[in-house]
Structure formats: structure tokens, C-alpha cells
């Protein structure tokens, strides 16, 4: 029921000033026991106890108030042996220029409330006005009950994999080890993404219960709310709507759980004229993926009414099922009054390799790239723009660079970076990919071009080119070809299938050890392939017995612990014995540091055999 009150009819004001007697009664009250007893006597005291207050120093068996009947207690003008109200008479305690026993009026003088006893029968006057006030409260109307939750078609968790997620949870609010330690126990919160990912592409759906507990974890993990959202279903998102704290849940991902199916036209109409701004992200991204082309429409049927920062989000969508088809919109929005909007539409435009756009950006590209036939060995010669028209400015070349950037390497770099990557080998006379990176550059632009490439083969997600920009793992990123920024190999990495991709970070480790591999490792499958998981064990190996303390190399245990294939666990039981004795040249008590390490690595892969077991369908 809801509690909120109201005033009841006695208290509230009216034509006798009730309502507005009782407000004075209480500011006078507090104003005395502001200011003090001695500086401010509450000469509220006596009408208060002519209406029914009694205290330390004054007489009276009871209490009175308007409309209030019953031993002890009178009416106003009745009489009784207790209090009296307003015009009546009695033992007790009387209205102002009444006598009586008790106390007097204004001026408070007589024996009822003299001296010391005034800052008590103030605290008494309090309390009981504040109870006659409590008194005249009526309950107010009640609110109207919750829509039931709806129904969550899928299977229940089967009761051990249920109590695994009551751990992991449980987990997630654990305090930190001391001292920095982590200890030998598995880091139950980093294994509750895995957990969620088995339990979603199984297709359980959450226990009732553990609904309040996901929706919290997803509100302090950002990276958690894709997967616990879809676990909770739609009973998740029915107890969002009552909980402020979870309203994150009712916006981007989560809002997709309310959207009508891309089939319901009516439904998808009503949705994106009316919807708030998260609603109608996540059912662009719907119908997109239902059907391209009726994404592109839907979009295309608002678009110039739309906010700049809300086309800009729009926009983003369409790389979902990007095709020829939307070539047409993309180009009509490189003329869009927003640089933001402009730069997002030539680069969707530069990954459509048939594109106008692209051969134009080709065809400005090639007249700054080419082959020096005059050099005695071919190589790249390269001339930058000398200057940014307003051409190039339309299809999205920002014409001022960043600080401490050249102009015209910065206009070149913009140019190849959007080129078709196709357009080269046949610039360099039919070499393939390889070839052309081999290729020596003049006047010290090979950082500049091979960079540019990068960029181009992580957009167009060429695998060719990124294999070439990569080169062999064996040779060192400095002296590779392409760059040698490991943030950017990882990027050309994502374009490799991922057993290639594996195979290469494997060999890269096993060549330059795992100080470097950090990055290139988060771009692999999970779990990893058997090559790079025997690759990394080897390298902690030998990390181990070369002395180095194992915290070093946190960032990749962690990584191996969320990462390798539980079945490597048995590889590893030798390296979690602490050994007899440390040589020289090891630094003190790593042993006992990497014999911690190595047995949270081994129990933590168990666990993770434990939660697919439990997830298994077999297992229920």
C-alpha cells in the first residue's frame, strides 16, 4: 500500500485557523529549543496544555485534543479530572488567563513550570504535538500494483551450474588479496564473462532469484551487460523498469529486448517515429540485420530531420551489411552540414571498393604513388599533395593536421588510407601485395605509406595485405615491414583467420618471448589453438627459470588463465611445485611466487572445465 499521508480533516486549516495553529505551536516549540529555555521561554506551553499537553511540572492525568474523547481526556469547554480543553476548567493545566493549580498563561509563572523544569516539559510538549500531528495522518490512495513479469519461454539452469553462478556472483564483491597477492584461488569475477557467454549459447535463462544479483554486476561492469541482459531476458528488463539504479538495462542493448520483430512493419513504424533515441538505435541495428535494404530505407525516411550527433550514431549502423546498395545515401552524406557525419560516410564509402568515391581517391593516390623507373633497383617514389582543394575536402580529407604533423604527409596518408587496395598491384606493374611492400621508398616516406596501408587493410579488412604488412613473426617488429606498432598488428591481425592468427602470434612468442605479445594475444580465439597455448606455457616456462618475478608477466597470466584451453591444465602440474632450492641468479623468492602463480593458473583452468561440464545439457 502506499504510505504517503495526508492531513486529516481535524488538523488541516480551515475557517478555525486549526491547521495554521498547529504550524505555530511547532515553530514556536523549535524556536525555544534553538535559542534555549532560559533565552526564549515557550510560552507556547500553556495554550499547548490547555489543548491537552502535560509534562514534568504540570498536573493533569492526560492528554486532550480537539474531537478526542476518553478517560483523562475532555472535549473543549468539558470538564473532567484530567486536562481540560479550551474554556474549561480543571485540576490540570489551563488556558491562557485561566487559573488552576498547574500553570498559567503568558508569562508562565507558578509552580508547574518554573526553573529546571522548563527544557523537559518542552521535549514533552514536542513529543506529544509531534504525536497528535502523526495522529491526523490518513493513509493516501494506493498505488496501482506492477504488470506482472512475463514469461521466460527458455530452459532453467540445471541445479549445479545455478549454484555456480550463485559463486561467481558471490565472487564479484570479494575483497582484494592482501599485500597485492592474488594467492592460489581462481578470480571468480573474471569468469563470470565465460560463464554467462556457455550459459547464453546454451540457452538457459537466469534463475528468478539471481535477477537482482546480475543486474547489479551488469550496472558496475560495462562489459558484462550484453551477455547478463540476455540471460535475464525479459524478466530482467520487467525489473529494471522498477529500479532506477538498473534503468541502464532499459537503453542500448537492453532496449533491443523490447523491440517489435523487423517483420512487424506497423510495429517498426510506430517504434522509429516515436521511440526514445537508444530504442531506435537498437532497431536500426534489428532491421538492418533482418534486411539491409530495409535498414537503408528506414534510416533514409528520417534522416534530415534527425539531430547531427543522432545521424552520426544512424550512420554507424549501416556498417552491418554494407554493400553497394547504400552507396547512393553515403554519398549524398559526404555533403552533410556535420564533419563527424562527413568523415563516417567516406570511410564507408572507402570500404566499397567499386565505389565512385573509391576510384576517385584511387585515381588522387596514384598521382602521388608510383614506381621510379630511372633508380637502378625499382622503387616507390612518392610525392605528397601540395595542397587540400575543396574536392578532397568534400569526399572527407581533413584539411588541418594533428600537432606536430606535417600538412602534406598528413594529406597523403588520407589519401592511400581510403584507395582500394586493389588499385596497387596494378599501379606496380601486376606484383603482388608481398612484392609491393617490399619494395624500397624513397626520401624516408616508407613509415608514412606502409602506415597508411595498415589502415586501409584494417578498413577494408583485406587478409592479403595484412599478411604482407605483417611479414614473418620471426623478424622484429622494428625492422619489419608495415609498422611497428603492436596496437596496429593486432588490428591487422583480426583481419587473419583464426587459426592463421594463432599460428602467428604462436611463432611470434616463441621468437621474441611474451614482453611484447601482450596485445597480439587479446586479438586470438578463445580458447587458444594448441600451437600458441603450448607456446605461452613454454615461454612462462622459461620466463620462470631465468629468474624473472612472476608479476612481470601478469597481464599474460591473466590472459592464460582466461584464455587457454582447459585441457592444458595437465601440461602444467610439473611448473606448480615449489622448487628445493633457488640458484644465484634467481631473484629472491620467485620460486615461491611462480609455484602461486603456475597452481592459480592450473586451478582456475579446472574450474572452467567444471562450468562447461555443468553447462552441458547432458549434465542437467
Not at 516515436?274 to 537498437?282: C, M, P, S
Not at 629468474?547 to 582447459?566: K, N
Not at 628445493?580 to 593458473?601: H, I, K, M, N, V
Request: aromatic residues 4%.
Amino acid at each position: 500500500m502506499n504510505t504517503r499521508a495526508t492531513t486529516s480533516a481535524p488538523y488541516a486549516a480551515g475557517p478555525d485557523g486549526a491547521g495554521d495553529d498547529s504550524a505555530r505551536v511547532w515553530e514556536e516549540l523549535v524556536t525555544s529549543a534553538l535559542l534555549g529555555t532560559d533565552r526564549r521561554p515557550p510560552s507556547v506551553l500553556a495554550g499547548a496544555a490547555g489543548a491537552g499537553v502535560t509534562g514534568r511540572g504540570v498536573t493533569g492525568p492526560g492528554v486532550t485534543g480537539p474531537g478526542v474523547t476518553g478517560p483523562g481526556v475532555t472535549e473543549p469547554g468539558a470538564t473532567g479530572p484530567g486536562v481540560t480543553g479550551p474554556g474549561g476548567t480543571g485540576p490540570g493545566v489551563t488556558e491562557p488567563g485561566a487559573t488552576g493549580p498547574g500553570a498559567t498563561g503568558p508569562g508562565l509563572t507558578g509552580p508547574g513550570l518554573a526553573g529546571a523544569d522548563l527544557p523537559g516539559a518542552l521535549l514533552d510538549a514536542a513529543a506529544l504535538h509531534t504525536v497528535r500531528r502523526r495522529a491526523g495522518l490518513r493513509p493516501g490512495p494506493a498505488a496501482s500494483p506492477p504488470d506482472p513479469a512475463p514469461e521466460d519461454p527458455r530452459r532453467s539452469l540445471p541445479e549445479a551450474a545455478r549454484r555456480r553462478l550463485d559463486q561467481l556472483l558471490a565472487g564479484r564483491a570479494a575483497p582484494s588479496p592482501a599485500a597485492g597477492r592474488r594467492g592460489a584461488a581462481p578470480d571468480l569475477a573474471e569468469l563470470l564473462p565465460q560463464w554467462l557467454a556457455l550459459a547464453n549459447e546454451r540457452g538457459y535463462k537466469a534463475p528468478p532469484a539471481a535477477l537482482p544479483a546480475l543486474l547489479d554486476a551488469a550496472r558496475a561492469r560495462t562489459d558484462l551487460r550484453p551477455q547478463a541482459l540476455r540471460l535475464t531476458g525479459p524478466r530482467g528488463l520487467w525489473l529494471a523498469g522498477l529500479n532506477p539504479e538498473w534503468r541502464f538495462a532499459l537503453r542500448g542493448t537492453g532496449a533491443a529486448g523490447r523491440l517489435p520483430s523487423p517483420e512487424d512493419t506497423e510495429g517498426v513504424r510506430v517504434l522509429w517515429d516515436e521511440g526514445l533515441f537508444a530504442e531506435r538505435v537498437a532497431l536500426l541495428a534489428a532491421v538492418r540485420t533482418w534486411e539491409p535494404a530495409a535498414g537503408l530505407a528506414l534510416l533514409a525516411s528520417a534522416w534530415t530531420a534527425e539531430r547531427a550527433e543522432d545521424r552520426l550514431m544512424f550512420l554507424d549502423s549501416l556498417r552491418t551489411g554494407l554493400s553497394d546498395a547504400d552507396e547512393e545515401f553515403l554519398e549524398a552524406a559526404l555533403a552533410d552540414r556535420s564533419r563527424n557525419v562527413r568523415a563516417t560516410a567516406a570511410e564507408l564509402l572507402s570500404a566499397l571498393p567499386a565505389s565512385a568515391f573509391a576510384g576517385r581517391m584511387a585515381g588522387r593516390a596514384a598521382t602521388c604513388v608510383g614506381l621510379d623507373r630511372t633508380a637502378e633497383v625499382p622503387t616507390i617514389s612518392v610525392e605528397a599533395p601540395h595542397e587540400c582543394d575543396a574536392a578532397m575536402q568534400r569526399d572527407g580529407v581533413v584539411p588541418n593536421p594533428p600537432t606536430g604533423r606535417g600538412e602534406r604527409s598528413w594529406w597523403l596518408g588520407q589519401l592511400v588510407e581510403a584507395a582500394p587496395l586493389a588499385c596497387w598491384p596494378v599501379r606496380f606493374g601486376g606484383r603482388t601485395p608481398e612484392e609491393v611492400v617490399a619494395l624500397p621508398v624513397a626520401d624516408d616516406w616508407q613509415g608514412e605509406l606502409h602506415a597508411a596501408w595498415c589502415r586501409a587493410a584494417v578498413r577494408q579488412r583485406d587478409a592479403s595485405w595484412s599478411r604482407a604488412l605483417l611479414g614473418s613473426p620471426a623478424i622484429p617488429p622494428a625492422t619489419g615491414p608495415g609498422t611497428s606498432s603492436l596496437a596496429e598488428r593486432a588490428q591487422l591481425l583480426a583481419t587473419l583467420p583464426a587459426d592463421e592468427r594463432a599460428r602467428w602470434v604462436a611463432s611470434f612468442v616463441a621468437a621474441h618471448g611474451l614482453s611484447e605479445a601482450f596485445q597480439l594475444l587479446g586479438v586470438c580465439a578463445v580458447p587458444w589453438a594448441e600451437p600458441l597455448g603450448a607456446a605461452v606455457i613454454d615461454a612462462l616456462d622459461i620466463a620462470r627459470d631465468a629468474g624473472s618475478y612472476p608479476w612481470s608477466f601478469s597481464g599474460v597470466m591473466g590472459l592464460a588463465e582466461r584464455c587457454l584451453a582447459p585441457e592444458a591444465a595437465r601440461h602444467l602440474d610439473s611448473l606448480t611445485a615449489l622448487p628445493d632450492e633457488e640458484e644465484e641468479d634467481t631473484a629472491p623468492g620467485a620460486g615461491g611466487y611462480w609455484s602461486e602463480a603456475f597452481q592459480r593458473l592450473v586451478s582456475t583452468l579446472r574450474l572452467r572445465a567444471a562450468m562447461r561440464a555443468e553447462l552441458t545439457p547432458s549434465a542437467a
